[in-house]
């Protein structure tokens, strides 16, 4: 397994930008999907964004088209999440995952991170 830890979260006003890091150590990083994940209070974890092993392709959840970015740089082993526009229903505890495969379920995922805290004030 890949071993993850994330960073960059904090707290920020409505419309402000924050980007997430992911350092990646362990298996090759390049070999793995990755995924952002989020999951806010009460609620269940979910979908935002997810890259290809070699960044040409991304996917997001629809409510952050537009506003969120996500990208990796292999030689650095790191995965980023560029998070612009934030409004307070982004607020959550924002994972990154590993997967062998292309897909946005959680359950599939290979490796986790422990989590960052994002928190957008009104």
């Known amino acids: 397994q890949v071993q993850l830890v994330e960073s960059g979260g904090g707290l920020v006003q409505a419309g402000g930008s924050l980007r997430l890091s992911c350092a990646a150590s362990?298996?090759?990083?390049?070999?793995?999907?990755m995924v952002w994940f989020r999951q806010a209070p009460g609620k269940e974890r979910e979908f935002v964004a997810i890259i290809n092993w070699s960044g040409s392709i991304t996917s997001y959840e629809d409510s952050v088209k537009g506003r969120f970015t996500i990208s990796r740089d292999n030689a650095k082993n790191t995965l980023y999440l560029q998070m612009n526009n934030l409004k307070p229903e982004d607020t959550a505890v924002y994972y990154c995952a590993a997967r062998t495969s292309w897909g946005k379920s959680a359950a599939a995922a290979d490796s986790w991170g422990q989590g960052t805290q994002v928190t957008v004030s009104s």
């Open positions: 362990g298996r090759t990083f390049s070999n793995y999907y």
